[in-house]
């Protein structure tokens, strides 16, 4: 059974930073790109980054270029998120995915606020 375990969420300052984890299980991790979404209550869920199978290409929505890092250790299965310079608009619901599966985990909630 294919599962996401979203965590690392939380109340920050704004310009402050935060790191998400997302482990995976039930599929061969290392086989599959990875991605991060968010979402805001009454808004579609957005693609903020996403990384290939071996980590060598990395995509990201122009609203977090130069401000978030996606990062993969297929040995542990998991895939980061660091995220700096955190501003309002970057308040959501952050979600993984991998590119092979329709799944999603419960999501870890990222507050930005002073």
């Known amino acids: 059974q294919v599962q996401f375990a979203e965590s690392g969420g939380g109340l920050v300052q704004p310009g402050g930073s935060l790191t998400l984890s997302c482990t995976a299980s039930?599929?061969?991790?290392?086989?599959?790109?990875m991605s991060w979404y968010r979402q805001v209550p009454g808004r579609e869920r957005e693609l903020v980054a996403q990384?290939?199978?071996?980590?060598?290409?990395?995509i990201y929505v122009d609203s977090v270029k130069g401000r978030f890092t996606i990062s993969r250790d297929n040995a542990k299965k998991t895939v980061y998120l660091q995220m700096n310079s955190l501003n309002s608009e970057d308040t959501a619901v952050y979600y993984c995915?991998?590119?092979?599966?329709?799944?999603w985990g419960q999501g870890t909630q990222v507050t930005v606020s002073s």
């Open positions: 995915k991998s590119s092979g599966h329709d799944y």
């Open positions: 039930g599929f061969t991790f290392s086989t599959f790109g």
């Open positions: 990384i290939s199978s071996l980590g060598e290409r990395r």
